[in-house]
């Protein structure tokens, strides 16, 4: 039971989590960070345009950790709209995409952590008068053979 319930029981008791870490190196049984996208929150956002590039705009959020243990860093999608809150265009990015320069080898944020994104982007042509940030995770199914 205990083994079954790794992931689980070292999501609800961080301490375990080293331990287990340590097993499944021995035994090569996964141990991925939680992903419970409910415990996210959107703390800030701004979309500002930058002075003289009326094409460039820039994304300065913060994400914050919910959840009473740490969580793999999810994907961003972020959705521009115009006046009529049409979308106009939608484009998902990943940690590494939306972290820092110098946060970007980072694969996790903490339990009740802030994280700030960053993005600068290009519309073209595109004219958006407003946003949405999503935060999610890709939740990958696995089959056996049998």
């Known amino acids: 039971m205990l083994y079954q319930f790794r992931l689980e029981l070292s999501q609800d008791f961080p301490a375990l989590r080293p331990k287990y870490l ?26 500002s345009f930058i002075p003289n590039n009326p094409q460039l705009i820039q994304l300065n959020a913060t994400l914050r950790n919910l959840a009473p ?21 939608r484009k998902v990015f990943t940690a590494k995409q939306y972290l820092l320069q110098n946060e970007r080898q980072q ?14 982007l290009n519309l073209g042509d595109l004219h958006s008068t407003g946003y949405s940030l999503f935060w999610f995770y890709i939740k990958i199914a696995c089959f056996s053979d049998n």
């Open 107 to 120: 694969d996790r944020i903490e339990a009740n952590e802030e994280i700030p994104a960053f993005l600068q």
């Open 22 to 47: 340590a097993l499944c190196a021995k035994l090569d049984c996964a141990m991925p960070l939680p992903q419970k996208a409910q415990l996210l929150r959107s703390e800030y956002s701004e979309l």
């Open 69 to 89: 243990f740490a969580q793999a860093l999810p994907k961003l999608e972020l959705t521009l709209t115009d006046d009529n809150e049409r979308v106009i265009v």
